[in-house]
């Protein structure tokens, strides 16, 4: 049995639910076969986030973190490639605070990789029949702030663990007066199955296209 554990995010910035948090139960509750779960809920708010997500991981000590959150406007699942040490916030997060310019980790890298094959986890997905793609930013909201902070934790305390985050778009249900894509809850439920199982299964990566020219 591969452990991992799960994280999703309360709703935020007015919304009354959110996907990355409704499609981690729908795993949990349907895990596929080899895989013994853990999930937490991660509040939408700077440093409590890390926080919980630490707690977590000294709870569950998995040996697969795949952190998940919304990433509105996006037609697709993302899976992320690089975290970066900053917290530039464009809203307030559920607290109110909104940090502009200020550093994740006083005096920490600039950047740190995923250490799951994030290329491999998007060709399977899209082999699923699923729409899927590789990510070169994580924002500098909350969701950014959490991915540093998992790889911060993985780079100075947890070598063997291995982590990364998805974002995933809209549940259908929010975007009726938006006009935004959205995806429905059981295929990025599906879509996160295919990632752990591909990211417990291997741990280097394949070569594919996945550059941005923006």
Known sequence: MTRVLLTGFAPFDGERVNPSWQAVRAVAADPPPGHEIATAELPCVFGAANDALRRAVADADPEVVLCVGQAGGRPDVTVERVAINIDDARIPDNSG????????????????FATLPVKACVAAVREAGLPASL???A???VCNHVFYGLMHLVATE???LRGGFVHVPYAPGQVTDKGKPSLPVTSVAEALRVIMITAAGRSEDI???GGATH
């Open 97 to 112: 605070a909104q940090p502009i310019d200020v550093p994740i980790v006083e005096d920490g890298p600039a950047a740190y």
């Open 135 to 137: 990510s070169q930013t």
């Open 139 to 141: 924002g500098t909201f």
């Open 158 to 160: 947890r070598p063997a």
């Open 207 to 209: 070569k594919a296209v």
